[in-house]
């Protein structure tokens, strides 16, 4: 598979929700950045001569158009607007590969990839991040610092999204290690189609989709692995007007002490992820999903249905 020369020489932008087929490395990805409403139904062919799929919601297994490209259970859940190390794509290419990561999902594994982003915005910024993609991982270590070329991803506006990394230790690391669960953690992962959790479709929209969908696989019993050797860099771009809003009122009631109305947004995902939170100490945590998402089994025979995941209660302290 050639996906980490063709990001080298020209890269992959773009914020829209995609679901992509890569049929020899075999990994579809379930990106989920833009709000629905955004979305447009018709297909469209990357530069990297992938099939990007729009989905029209948000759940476990969108139907795309060139769902048959797919040859394997592997899922990654990434973000369109970031790029793979050429590291993944090479090691992806190699056989036996696919087949390892397979392997993994038996102990409901999720391999989470370390999240980059430059430390200089717009168009220098789009340069350095396609560089970053291509490096070694000695030659990133280099080049990651404030006053360098690389910083953790949000790590000056929300650590918290990706400080359990633990960024340290993973530039020291040659093999995958575990790191537990914490409080909005938001890492981006690949496991297998079968035991991806449903979407939780109260979140459609802007805000925590991911956050919630990651406390979800905790509550599953998935355990987290660092993969060693692999990353991924921020294409930057500017923010889009509701994620400006969300923390506008986020600032305002974490530094001002300030209350929103009723129909604020801020307030509604604080809500919604308050009642998630609930479901997951209690033990009854079970995601919303579309029943429009349901029926592509009824419509698919070849489709496989994901069995019924069991999760078990998070400790509230986890929460804190």
């Known amino acids: 598979m050639q996906v980490g020369g063709a990001l080298c020489d020209g890269g992959l932008s773009g914020r829209r929700s995609v679901v992509v087929g890569i049929p020899v490395a075999g990994i579809a990805m379930a990106c989920i950045t833009m709000a629905d409403a955004e979305l447009r139904q018709d297909a469209v062919l990357s530069p990297l001569g992938l099939s990007f799929c729009p989905i029209l919601t948000r759940g476990r297994i969108p139907p795309p158009t060139h769902v048959g490209q797919v040859r394997t259970r592997l899922l990654a859940m990434i973000d369109v607007d970031m790029y793979m190390s050429r590291s993944l794509s090479e090691e992806m290419a190699q056989r036996g590969s696919v087949e390892r990561y397979e392997a993994l999902c038996a102990e409901r594994r999720a391999t989470v990839l370390p999240a980059f982003e430059p430390t200089k915005p717009g168009a220098a910024g789009r340069v350095m991040a396609t560089n970053l993609s291509c490096v070694s991982k000695a030659q990133l270590q280099l080049m990651h610092g404030r006053n360098k070329a690389a910083i953790q991803f949000k790590l000056r506006v929300f650590p918290r999204g990706h400080t359990p990394t633990d960024y340290v230790r993973w530039f020291a690391s040659s093999e995958p290690y575990q790191v537990t669960y914490k409080r909005f953690y938001e890492p981006w992962f690949i496991t297998c189609d079968?035991?991806?959790?449903?979407?939780?479709?109260?979140?459609?929209?802007?805000?925590?989709n991911k956050i919630v969908l990651i406390a979800a696989l905790n509550y599953y019993n998935y355990s987290f692995w660092i993969h060693p050797s692999a990353w991924l860099v921020h294409n930057p771009h500017g923010d889009t007007e509701v994620r400006k809003l969300v923390a506008r009122e986020a600032s305002d009631v974490n530094k001002l002490n300030v209350k929103?109305?009723?129909?604020?947004?801020?307030?509604k995902l604080t809500i919604l992820f308050g009642k998630a939170k609930r479901g997951m100490v209690r033990g009854g945590y079970d995601p919303r999903v579309d029943p429009r998402q349901l029926s592509v089994y009824d419509r698919l025979p070849w489709?496989?249905?994901?069995?019924?995941?069991?999760?078990?209660?998070?400790?509230e302290s986890v929460f804190t």
């Open 303 to 315: 489709l496989r249905r994901p069995p019924k995941l069991v999760g078990s209660p998070t400790p």
């Open 194 to 208: 079968e035991i991806m959790p449903w979407y939780d479709i109260d979140f459609r929209g802007y805000g925590m």
């Open 260 to 267: 929103l109305p009723a129909n604020a947004l801020y307030r």
